[in-house]
DNA sequence: CTGCATCCCGGCAGATACTG
DNA sequence: CAGTATCTGCCGGGATGCAG
């Protein structure tokens, strides 16, 4: 999180910058898009292939199946192996750094569901009050 | 996470779900915006106007932040008060469900500032690979 | 089996102008 | 001051067809 300090401010309330340097950023971007959080619970179970992530991942389409676990790739969460038989296999598994950021992700799924009820029941009285 | 275990399956592996349902959907959609984080983390500090979030959280748009604020409310992650002065005077503040999320999501903020050299190298070298 | 290439559509979000 | 309204461009992501 990149903040700044201002002076001579009396509040000293924190400047929040939304930058592709900033840490946070980076993390959140990436867990917070439709499919990376599932793909990683999923990986967590041990190493799996293509076509068994997509059936167990209910709902993802290949085209984005295929980007979600390139971007996972990328960040250094998931490692891709091939295995050249006929036909080919593939196989997907966490790296040390994917299984290192799942740690903190459950502490957000454990809330998650515990607070599941009172975030619906707010949503429900939102909408009630227009 | 809603799951399921397929019975008669050796692997025993979860089925991962991607439903309106599922409470760490609920918020990893929420918080994985944009957005989000960065309001949370600048409401923490304390109560603030809408302009004065808007001068705070870098680049920000009114639109964005309007929206993000009315669905932060909307989840009950944060109170909207308005103060029938001339002009008027709205404030937003974290409501206790608000600043109880802050919580898991500061685990999040600190590994991602820990490991935010890992995720650049990694970055670097996939692309370098192609 | 594991993808990539292409087409295509709906919705997100920026810019701008207006209002209680 | 704190928004709403509208217009618009862009791109995320589904569907489909093809390839190593």
């Known amino acids: 999180m990149k903040t700044k300090v ?11 910058h939304n930058t592709d340097d900033c840490p946070i950023r980076n993390v959140v971007t990436q867990i917070g898009d439709k499919w990376s959080v599932l793909l990683l619970f999923a990986l967590v179970e041990g190493p799996d292939r293509f076509n068994a992530l997509k059936a ?7 085209r984005m199946l295929t980007q979600t676990l390139r971007d996972l790739e990328r960040e250094g969460y998931v490692n891709r192996t091939v295995y050249p ?17 799942v740690q903190p992700l459950y502490q957000l799924v454990s809330w998650a569901e515990t607070h599941h ?7 429900i009285e939102y909408d009630n009050r227009g």
Chains 1, 2 share one sequence.
């Open 117 to 123: 009820d009172e975030i619906k029941q707010s949503r």
């Open 6 to 16: 201002q002076s001579g401010d009396k509040s000293e309330k924190r400047v929040f």
């Open 85 to 101: 038989e006929v036909p080919v296999k593939v196989e997907y598994e966490l790296t040390a750094l994917g299984r290192n950021l």
């Open 56 to 62: 167990r991942v209910v709902g993802i389409s290949q």
